[in-house]
Structure formats: C-alpha cells, structure tokens
C-alpha cells in the first residue's frame, strides 16, 4: 500500500523560503510509470495546484507560482520536495503532495498525503 | 487563468440524487475530456472520484458519475447518503501544463 508523508516547518517568516519534502513508502518513486505533484489549500478555502515531477526530473508548475517554486526529486531517498521562495501570508495553507497515477494529463492525483499545515507570520 | 466555477454549496435529502456543476472555458474544460472530481470531508485530504470526465477508481460507488457538456462539467450524486455531505472539487487540464482546480461546492445532506 503506497503511502505520502508531508514534513517540514510548520512556521515561517515572510520573505523566508518553505521547504518541504514528501516521503513516499510502499513503492519505488522511480519504478513506474507516474508524477508526483504538490497541491495546497489556505483555511477554508479551496486546492490549488502548485506542480508535478517525473522521477527524471521533469518538472511542470502552476504558471503564477512558477517564478517562485521548486520541485525536485530524490530517488536514492524515494521522496520529492517543494521549495516556495520569498513566501508572504498569502502562503499560508495545508501542503499536500500527492501520486498522479499516469504519464499524461487525462490521469489524476490517486494517493494523497495527509497534508502539512505551513503558516507564514511575522 | 482563474479557477474552475462551481456553486459555492448543494444540498439533497437522503436518497435523491444531486448534480454539481464545474464551468471552465473553451481552453480547458471545453477542450480536453480530462476532467476530475475529489470529496474532501473535513480535516481529511480530498480523495478521487472521478477521473477523464467519467470513470471511476476501483472502490468508489457506482452512484457517483460525471459527464461534461461544452465547457460544463457535472458530478451527480444519486441515492444520496450521510457520508456524502463533504466538500466536491472539480479539476481541469487547461493546456501549455497547467492545471485547475475549482473553487468546490459543499455539499449538504438534510
């Protein structure tokens, strides 16, 4: 059974950069045929996608955040990470990373971590 | 490009059936049959329900189905139960890589 797990700082300054990592267990990130991508939600409002990885490093984002975010891979480690520079209060959210079970774009995101809240505050 | 419309709340009485509406444009919903639809109780990570418009992952309930029509796209809810009552995302392939969520409906069982 495949299984995400969020983990970084949960408390951030502005202007600071959040680094987050997703931890993937039960299954090779490298050994098949899928994305993994990073999506978010501020408090009571709705997702947002951040961006999706293949585990060769081939990377797609979300046009608005794209100046600002990072995603890279690890396979000697099987997990992925988000970095998201100069971050602002409009930050704040819960993190997911999550499995997007194909190659293309008719797949969808399958697995879902539990998601990680990050609040930026000075 | 701005998120997905969707109503921001439906309600049903146990047993009827509910239909959330997702309204994208000519560029994404309207051009690609690769839309998706995640339940998100509350405190819980959203799960998939719906994926390429109209299937359904092994394990979800035949009495949730999606169809699209021009830059619409619906999820219906039949045979309404308590543990529906959660919040329903649709999403999008918008083209150029890019993807969209909606803004999500929360739906009520009475």
């Known amino acids: 059974q495949l299984h995400l797990q969020e983990s970084g700082p949960g408390l951030l300054k502005p202007s600071e950069t959040l680094s987050l990592i997703c931890s993937v267990s039960g299954g090779s990130i490298d050994r098949s045929n899928y994305y993994w991508g990073w999506i978010r939600q501020p408090p009571g409002k709705g997702l947002e996608w951040i961006g999706n990885i293949f585990y060769i490093g081939s990377a797609y984002q979300n046009p608005s955040l794209k100046s600002r975010v990072t995603i890279s891979v690890d396979t000697s480690k099987n997990q992925f990470s988000l970095r998201l520079s100069s971050v602002t209060a409009a930050d704040t959210a819960v993190y997911y990373c999550?499995?997007?079970?194909?190659?293309?774009?008719?797949?969808?995101?399958?697995?879902w971590g539990q998601g990680t809240m990050v609040t930026v505050s000075s | 490009q701005s998120a997905l419309t969707q109503p921001p709340s439906a309600s049903g009485s146990p047993g009827q059936s509910v239909t959330i509406s997702c309204t994208g444009t000519r560029s994404d919903v309207g051009a690609y049959d690769y839309v998706s639809w995640y339940q998100q109780h509350p405190g819980k990570a959203p799960k998939l329900l719906i994926y390429?418009?109209?299937q359904r992952p092994s394990g979800v309930p035949d009495r949730f189905s999606g169809s699209k029509s021009a830059n619409t796209a619906s999820l219906t809810v039949s045979g309404l139960q308590a543990e529906d009552e959660a919040d329903y995302y649709c999403?999008?392939?918008?083209?150029?890589?890019?993807?969209?969520f909606g803004g999500g409906t929360n739906l009520t069982v009475l």
């Open positions: 999550a499995r997007w079970f194909g190659s293309s774009w008719e797949d969808a995101f399958d697995i």
């Open positions: 390429k418009v109209t």
């Open positions: 999403s999008s392939y918008a083209g150029g890589n890019n993807f969209l």
